[in-house]
């Protein structure tokens, strides 16, 4: 038997606990939804009013000197505007122009005042957001306030306080760098008229025209010499540094790397043919001595070969080094003649030309450098201040706000949503939870895994004494089939005494007793009750008898038992009361006593039930049970934890009684799915009860009748 505590649920009985506890899941679900729903309710509306702005790069809106380049997106760029149209200074500037500090003032404070600019600045810069619209330089701007028309205005505000700002900030970025400009093409002009004055005296000092140097062809031809030798230097120079660097490179590896590196470095077909036949000879010499020994005469063959190779490599590897040395030295000589003749050439052209020219051409060079930055300073200046007056865009305001009629919170329907979801949420958590808790019985499995018997009988909830609901009842099928269950089970012998026994008080053993007796009395078997609860007795109510005189006497010896069974209003059902119990009881249910009159009873009739306290704490149903030629263990679906009913099935064990199997009793068959199947059968059985309605009242009054007369 498993730990009774394991209160585990399983993946296949979640919905039936959600079916189980859907009384708990529309109340929690309910409680949220109405919460939720009046919450809303108190939330002041909140009105929502959108511009939408187009956010340029700071460009012309006509190209009037070159076109403009297209911009490339920048995510950086819209996301530093959108930092600047929530900045301070954006926000302070639209405060004051909204006068939004006495306004606020008037509706938020008690006497009316200004709000500080902080406090301003603050409340409205929880009250406006700046989106982008994907993959466009479209941003929103909105605004959300109480009042439909000043959630407009303040948007449209910071609007045209962001596209004011941006003009305004590249003016000044324009303005304050022309003004830089004229200042340097001032100084620009000083310095262009002091640089021509002194070439215009080192001309005349040196007598040299202005062209005369560069007409005389002896000039030109030297200085085209010398830059040739100066680029066969260079090219020498290279080819110089190149070849030495491979024949270092190669005279630094050893013998097998130097082999593998020369087919990468030198592109020798014969030494790369030396490679791959020595890399054959050592792959066969490698196969051969895995077969053979060293002095094998084809391994020696080989190995013979293979070392010839290694001789021929060798001397290949020794001739390249060679013959890289007496290239690079080659090269080495021509650059040094190079060189030389460079420096001759040099030497001439530097004594023909130094004396006169250089010192006109370096003063000539300087006046064309002052020029050029003179003119191409003017040239700015004059492009400059044609762009200032061209209009600029950087912000366009494409759609202004407008006060709207429907407010954007609190949002009514998505509350409400969230609310059912929430309450769904918690309500099956909650019904979960409860059921972690309930360690009660709840299917016919607990019962066969926890108690180790079998269920005979399955009763249904709200089942009232059989007598009342009349032979035809639906719920007096679930008493034929424990009736049944019964039979099978005490098949080795016909009837008997039999008793209902159950842990804990309330379970409904009284009543299943009855109806079971009532059933098989009407199977027209010979049937007879006995209320041996002496504390708690209930049959003689159930029948509408007295309890005077019963089972107390005849214990007592008081009165014979015939006298004390009296017949019912039912056919084949008689009924032994429990009597008044006396002051002192104590030994009166003894086993002696008991084991006779159950003799007695069996001899007169064919089923006999005995009524018995809860077995749990009260010594009489231990008695009882002891004595019983079968005893069946009533638990009520979901009452008592099982470790209640797991004690009443030590208890019955201890005293070794027959427990024959339980009856789960007080089931919610419309509620839990997990009996559906009786359910459908107690629905069939419904149409039969509808052509017993005119009769019922002649029944109740023939029953009275005999009630009346016992």
Same mark, same amino acid.
């Given at each position: 038997?498993?730990?009774?505590?394991?209160?585990?649920?399983?993946?296949?009985?979640?919905?039936?606990?959600?079916?189980?506890?859907?009384?708990?899941?529309?109340?929690?679900?309910?409680?949220?939804?109405?919460?939720?729903?009046?919450?809303?309710?108190?939330?002041? /509306?909140?009105?929502?009013?959108?511009?939408?702005?187009?956010?340029?790069?700071?460009?012309?809106?006509?190209?009037?000197?070159?076109?403009?380049?297209?911009?490339?997106?920048?995510?950086?760029?819209?996301?530093?505007?959108?930092? *600047?149209?929530?900045?301070?200074?954006?926000?302070?500037?639209?405060?004051?122009?909204?006068? %939004?500090?006495?306004?606020?003032?008037?509706?938020?404070?008690?006497?009316?005042?200004? &709000?500080?600019?902080?406090?301003?600045?603050?409340?409205?810069?929880?009250?406006?957001?700046?989106?982008?619209?994907?993959?466009?330089?479209?941003?929103? *701007?909105?605004?959300?306030?109480?009042?439909?028309?000043?959630?407009?205005? *303040? =948007?449209?505000?910071?609007?045209?306080?962001? /596209?004011?700002?941006?003009?305004?900030?590249?003016?000044?970025?324009?303005?304050?760098? @022309?003004?830089?400009?004229?200042?340097?093409?001032?100084?620009?002009?000083?310095?262009?008229?002091?640089?021509?004055?002194?070439?215009?005296? &080192?001309?005349?000092?040196?007598?040299?025209?202005?062209? +005369?140097?560069?007409? /005389?062809?002896?000039?030109?031809?030297?200085?085209?010499?010398?830059?040739?030798?100066?680029?066969?230097?260079?090219?020498?120079?290279?080819?110089?540094?190149?070849?030495?660097?491979?024949?270092?490179? #190669?005279?630094?590896?050893?013998?097998?790397?130097?082999?593998?590196?020369?087919?990468?470095?030198?592109?020798?077909?014969?030494?790369?043919?030396?490679?791959?036949?020595?890399?054959?000879?050592?792959?066969?010499?490698? @196969?051969?001595?895995?077969?053979?020994?060293?002095?094998?005469?084809?391994?020696?063959? $080989?190995?013979?070969?293979?070392?010839?190779?290694?001789?021929?490599?060798?001397?290949?590897?020794?001739?390249?080094?060679?013959?890289?040395? =007496?290239?690079?030295?080659?090269?080495?000589?021509?650059?040094?003649?190079?060189?030389?003749?460079?420096?001759?050439?040099?030497?001439?052209?530097?004594?023909?030309? /130094?004396?006169?020219?250089?010192?006109?051409?370096?003063?000539?060079? !300087?006046?064309?450098?002052?020029?050029?930055?003179?003119?191409?300073?003017?040239?700015?200046?004059?492009?400059?201040?044609?762009?200032?007056?061209?209009?600029?865009?950087?912000? !366009?305001?494409?759609?202004?706000?407008?006060?709207?009629?429907?407010?954007?919170?609190?949002?009514?329907?998505?509350? $409400?949503?969230?609310?059912?979801?929430?309450?769904?949420?918690? +309500?099956? +958590? #909650?019904?979960?939870?409860?059921?972690?808790?309930?360690?009660?019985?709840?299917?016919?499995?607990?019962?066969?895994?926890?108690?180790?018997?079998?269920?005979?009988?399955?009763?249904?909830?709200?089942?009232?004494?059989?007598?009342?609901?009349?032979?035809?009842?639906?719920?007096?099928?679930?008493?034929?089939?424990?009736?049944?269950?019964?039979?099978?089970?005490?098949?080795?012998?016909? +009837?008997?005494?039999?008793?209902?026994?159950?842990?804990?008080?309330?379970?409904?053993?009284?009543?299943?007793?009855?109806? #079971?007796?009532?059933?098989?009395?009407?199977?027209?078997?010979?049937?007879?009750?006995?209320?041996?609860?002496?504390?708690?007795?209930?049959?003689?109510?159930? @029948?509408?008898?007295?309890?005077?005189?019963? @089972?107390?006497?005849?214990?007592?010896?008081?009165?014979? *038992?015939?006298?004390?069974?009296?017949?019912?209003?039912?056919?084949? &059902?008689?009924? %032994?009361?429990?009597?008044?119990?006396?002051r002192s009881s104590v030994g009166l249910l003894d086993a002696q006593r008991m084991r006779e009159l159950v003799k007695n009873l069996k001899a007169r009739y064919d089923y006999v039930?005995?009524?018995?306290?809860?077995?749990?704490?009260?010594?009489?149903?231990?008695?009882?049970?002891?004595?019983?030629?079968?005893?069946?263990?009533?638990?009520?679906?979901?009452?008592?934890?099982?470790?209640?009913?797991?004690?009443?099935?030590?208890? &019955?064990?201890?005293?070794?009684?027959?427990? $024959?199997?339980?009856?789960?009793?007080?089931?919610? $068959?419309?509620?839990?799915?997990?009996?559906?199947?009786?359910?459908?059968?107690?629905?069939?059985?419904?149409?039969? #009860?509808?052509?017993?309605?005119?009769?019922?009242?002649?029944?109740?009054?023939?029953?009275?009748?005999?009630?009346?007369?016992?």
């Amino acid at each position: 038997m498993e730990n009774d505590q394991d209160t585990s649920l399983h993946f296949l009985d979640y919905w039936r606990v959600i079916r189980a506890r859907k009384e708990i899941i529309l109340a929690v679900t309910l409680l949220v939804v109405i919460t939720g729903a009046a919450y809303t309710f108190t939330l002041p /509306r909140i009105f929502m009013a959108e511009a939408r702005i187009e956010i340029r790069p700071d460009t012309l809106d006509v190209d009037v000197f070159s076109p403009q380049q297209a911009v490339g997106y920048n995510p950086f760029f819209l996301r530093t505007e959108f930092e *600047i149209i929530r900045s301070r200074s954006t926000l302070t500037q639209v405060v004051r122009d909204l006068n %939004l500090q006495a306004e606020w003032g008037r509706s938020m404070t008690a006497d009316g005042n200004p &709000l500080p600019l902080e406090d301003a600045i603050r409340i409205l810069s929880r009250s406006v957001r700046v989106d982008q619209y994907r993959d466009t330089s479209l941003v929103s *701007i909105s605004a959300r306030r109480p009042d439909a028309n000043e959630a407009a205005r *303040i =948007a449209n505000q910071v609007a045209e306080v962001y /596209r004011a700002n941006r003009l305004a900030q590249t003016r000044r970025q324009i303005s304050g760098g @022309l003004e830089a400009l004229q200042n340097e093409l001032e100084k620009q002009r000083v310095s262009l008229e002091q640089a021509e004055d002194e070439l215009e005296g &080192l001309r005349e000092e040196l007598g040299v025209t202005l062209l +005369g140097s560069r007409e /005389r062809g002896g000039v030109q031809v030297d200085k085209i010499r010398l830059q040739q030798l100066e680029g066969d230097r260079v090219a020498a120079r290279v080819d110089k540094l190149v070849r030495k660097s491979r024949f270092d490179q #190669l005279d630094a590896l050893e013998a097998d790397e130097l082999l593998t590196a020369s087919a990468y470095i030198v592109n020798d077909q014969a030494l790369a043919m030396l490679r791959r036949q020595l890399i054959d000879a050592q792959v066969n010499l490698s @196969l051969m001595l895995e077969n053979r020994g060293e002095n094998h005469p084809e391994v020696r063959r $080989i190995r013979a070969g293979v070392n010839e190779l290694q001789v021929q490599i060798n001397e290949a590897l020794n001739g390249l080094r060679r013959g890289l040395q =007496a290239d690079y030295e080659v090269a080495r000589a021509k650059y040094n003649a190079i060189s030389e003749e460079l420096d001759l050439v040099r030497l001439a052209d530097i004594e023909a030309e /130094r004396e006169r020219f250089l010192p006109f051409e370096k003063m000539e060079r !300087e006046v064309r450098l002052q020029r050029d930055i003179f003119q191409a300073l003017r040239a700015r200046i004059a492009q400059e201040g044609i762009e200032l007056q061209v209009p600029r865009t950087p912000v !366009e305001i494409i759609d202004r706000a407008e006060p709207q009629s429907r407010h954007v919170s609190p949002r009514f329907a998505t509350n $409400i949503l969230l609310s059912l979801f929430i309450g769904l949420l918690a +309500g099956v +958590g #909650l019904a979960y939870f409860i059921e972690y808790l309930d360690t009660s019985v709840k299917t016919v499995d607990d019962v066969e895994q926890h108690l180790g018997m079998p269920v005979l009988g399955i009763i249904p909830q709200k089942v009232r004494p059989l007598i009342e609901e009349g032979p035809e009842s639906p719920h007096a099928e679930a008493y034929r089939v424990l009736r049944t269950n019964l039979q099978f089970t005490n098949k080795a012998m016909k +009837g008997g005494a039999f008793t209902f026994v159950s842990g804990g008080v309330g379970e409904g053993k009284s009543t299943t007793l009855f109806n #079971l007796a009532y059933v098989c009395a009407q199977m027209g078997e010979k049937v007879l009750i006995v209320d041996s609860d002496l504390r708690r007795p209930v049959q003689h109510t159930f @029948l509408g008898m007295n309890n005077n005189f019963g @089972l107390t006497n005849v214990l007592l010896r008081d009165v014979p *038992i015939e006298e004390t069974i009296k017949p019912t209003s039912v056919p084949n &059902l008689h009924f %032994l009361s429990s009597g008044k119990l006396p002051r002192s009881s104590v030994g009166l249910l003894d086993a002696q006593r008991m084991r006779e009159l159950v003799k007695n009873l069996k001899a007169r009739y064919d089923y006999v039930f005995f009524d018995s306290p809860p077995i749990v704490g009260v010594s009489d149903a231990s008695i009882l049970a002891s004595e019983m030629d079968g005893v069946m263990l009533v638990v009520q679906y979901r009452k008592y934890p099982r470790a209640v009913s797991s004690r009443a099935r030590r208890i &019955l064990d201890n005293v070794g009684a027959n427990a $024959i199997g339980v009856v789960l009793n007080n089931i919610n $068959i419309m509620r839990d799915d997990y009996y559906y199947y009786y359910h459908s059968y107690y629905s069939y059985g419904d149409s039969q #009860l509808d052509s017993m309605v005119d009769e019922k009242p002649a029944l109740d009054t023939a029953r009275r009748e005999k009630v009346d007369a016992f």
